[in-house]
């Protein structure tokens, strides 16, 4: 997987929204901890999690993803 | 997640296909058993798999999980 991509652009999502780690990983039911290891590609973030953020951030699973530019 | 839009969609793409479990777990580099405990919703297939998926039948990670009705 594109992994850079993928978490450059999760890092920026949550920038752009003005949101902490800390809110992220409250929207997701998850640990400050766990989410910043998504967050730094130290482990690879659940699918019911993409689904999650994709809706909050109201962009598809494939620009989150890195695999298309448009949102 | 939508987990049943999602299991039904991977079995159909790959029936569509005309390949076997096996086959589809070859793509990924799994094993059968794990494959087939992805296609019936025992557990979540990661996002790499995900993306290697979605390239190999040409379709959206957004389609793959019964998010969006277009390929």
Known sequence: ???MAYIRILR??????????TQVAEILGTSQTMYARYERG???MP????ITLSRYYQVSTDYLLGLDTNR
């Open 1 to 3: 997987m594109e992994k």
């Open 12 to 21: 920026d999502l949550r920038e752009d929204a003005d949101l902490t780690q």
């Open 42 to 44: 130290a482990n690879e």
């Open 47 to 50: 699918i019911h999690h993409l």
